[in-house]
């Protein structure tokens, strides 16, 4: 894996790649990618041009993290709950709550849950 990129967010690829230009960072997999130009004012018209490659790895490293909606988030608990449920069978030292607050504690880990 590249010591400076960290693996794409959406298919877990450890191995994203800077563009040959510099410009920007894309996974191969799944092709995503940061912005591929940076557009600026000079005088009165737009000018577009590539992101310094340390940029680039910048706005790569730094992607927002997912928004999970309240169904996501009941959808994580009703899982979780099942797989409690599996685990422990009749013996049921666990209730819902515990099931929400794992859920909970998983996704705001990896990124954000909708107020
Ligand atoms: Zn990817």
Avoid at 16 to 23: H, N, T
Avoid at 28 to 41: D, E, R, Y
Avoid at 72 to 88: N, R
Wanted: proline content about 4%.
């Amino acid at each position: 894996m590249s010591e400076e990129l960290k693996p794409c967010p959406f298919c877990g690829n450890e191995e994203p790649y800077i563009d040959g230009f510099g410009g920007f960072v894309k996974c191969g997999t799944c092709k995503s990618s940061t912005q591929t130009k940076a557009i600026s004012v000079q005088g009165e018209g737009q000018v577009e041009s590539l992101l310094p490659r340390k940029e680039a790895i910048k706005a790569w490293n730094t992607r927002a993290k997912p928004t999970f909606t309240k169904e996501d988030v009941e959808k994580a608990e009703h899982h979780i709950y099942c797989e409690l449920l599996s685990w422990f069978g009749n013996d049921r030292n666990f209730d819902e709550d515990m099931a929400k607050d794992l859920a909970k504690a998983a996704l705001n880990a990896i990124g954000k849950i909708e107020e």
